[in-house]
């Protein structure tokens, strides 16, 4: 990576809302209200009269979890490069999330390496620990407050097209309130946001209508999920422990758990988060549950005392995606793609809502910029592909680096030494608070991970490394 690609990465992290901007479209639709889909169209009621988000599910229906998001029961964090980020562009929302009881509690001093506490930062940096479901709502009850944003109940079926340029989105639009009989409809738009998720089909519809199709990356990484909620009687200000990130080596005896996660959230609970790779699952009753977390560090044993707020939640994900947009060479004007219909992590390593709210501040810098929206979004592309390459490079390639070292893989010289030096640099976490301090600057996304392919810092690790390895 080149110094540029970082100063580039950190101005999208640090960016804010813009002032007077002109408006560019008369109608913007965004197809899904997830939180990528509303933290689009936050960044598009800047540039447009009027901005349409399309969203199947009843979503005001649906004060806990809804049909399409079927993970959101599962621990969800906001790091501190999205937290920050949100609040600049949507003032006030850590204030209204802390008066519906989330906590806001330290970022460090709770991750654990095999069994031994990673040191400090010294940073001060805060986490806001709040259910999926809860901070979806709060975001979508401030961005359709917007005197331009409605939301719209349908199902997206395909693009309209004039001029090499999207110009409508057919629908159907679900049967139920406001919503006629639920027939096929077109909602004509000067700019249209895919943020359908996951399973996006909008490479679909490009094929369709001739266009090119994004390359379709797949990285396996096996994990499987098992999430509980328990009533936690103990304020957050009188915890011992506010928590817990616990990692595990694939050689380290953990019962087959490679990550857990304790975590008090709003609503005097806490959420529990076990994590197992391929053939590892992790407890699907309560007793299976509790008895895992009686094997890891003491704060979960706590966290998992009180009575159980329904059943545990499991969850499977065979692979990480990512869809290349950058590369693709015939691609309708007008349309862009976000969130997990662009790329789609290990959800472990809680990007996904950070990489979401850093790809509409891709969004921002695209349409402030004069942009030629007779052509191709690709200045748009450019800019999310150094999102999504700094988030992949963690995630996915971390990912890989486990399982070919839980398979005995033998890998390319290069990547042999890539790897060798993050393993050098995470084991100083344990030792060094600088080298800690720019881990977890990576780790949070408020820097690019190129930052610490640093000579000096790798340096600084592995001499904390030998240096405990003398005294052991």
Known sequence: MTESVVSLYEKLVQADPPDNVPVLFDTACVIGGSIAGLLAARVLSDHARR????????????????????????????????????ERWIPGITKEAQDRSAPFIPAQ????????????????????????????ALIRNR?????????????????????D?????????????????????????????????RSSRL??????SGYDQPRLERVEAPINYATALFERPVKVADLETVGALALFAPQYPSGGISVAVAQPIEGKRWIVL?????????????????????????????????????DVVTYHQAESRRRHFAEVSRFPARLVSVGDAVASFNPIYGQGMTSAALQASCLASYLEGG??????????????????????????????????????????????????????????????????????????????????????????????????????
């Open 109 to 136: 001093g709770t991750t654990v390496i095999n069994g031994v506490p990673q040191v400090p930062d010294g940073e001060g940096r805060h986490l806001l620990a709040i259910g999926r479901p809860l901070l979806e």
């Open 371 to 472: 942009p030629d929206l007779g052509t191709a979004a690709r200045e748009f592309f450019r800019l999310q592909q150094v999102v999504v390459d700094a988030a992949w490079a963690v995630s996915a390639e971390g990912d890989t680096a486990r399982l070919d070292a839980q398979n005995g893989t033998e890998v390319p010289e290069d990547i042999r030494q890539q790897r060798w030096a993050m393993e050098q640099i995470t084991a100083a976490t344990l030792l060094d608070p600088d080298v800690t301090r720019a881990f977890n600057t990576v780790a949070h996304m408020l820097r690019h991970p190129a930052t610490l392919a640093d000579p000096e810092l790798l340096a600084r690790a592995v001499a904390a490394n030998e240096g405990a390895a003398m005294a052991a």
């Open 51 to 86: 901005v349409v988000v399309i969203e199947p599910d009843d979503v005001y229906a649906h004060t806990g979890p809804r049909p399409g998001v079927p993970q959101d029961q599962q621990l969800h964090s906001l790091i501190p490069a999205g937290q920050q980020w949100v």
């Open 203 to 208: 490479s679909s519809w490009l094929k369709e």
């Open 143 to 163: 961005v359709t407050s917007l005197p331009n944003v409605t939301v719209l109940r349908g199902q997206a079926t395909g693009l309209q097209y004039r001029d």
């Open 165 to 197: 340029a999207v110009s409508a989105v057919r629908y159907v639009a679900a049967a139920g309130r406001d919503q006629g009989d639920g027939g096929a409809a077109v909602l004509d738009a000067d700019f249209v946001v895919d943020a359908m998720g």
């Open 274 to 310: 076990l994590m197992g790779y391929g053939d590892n699952r992790p407890g699907r009753t309560v007793a299976e549950f509790r008895a895992a977390c009686a094997k890891l560090p003491p704060v979960f044993a706590t966290a998992t005392a009180g009575a159980v707020m329904g």
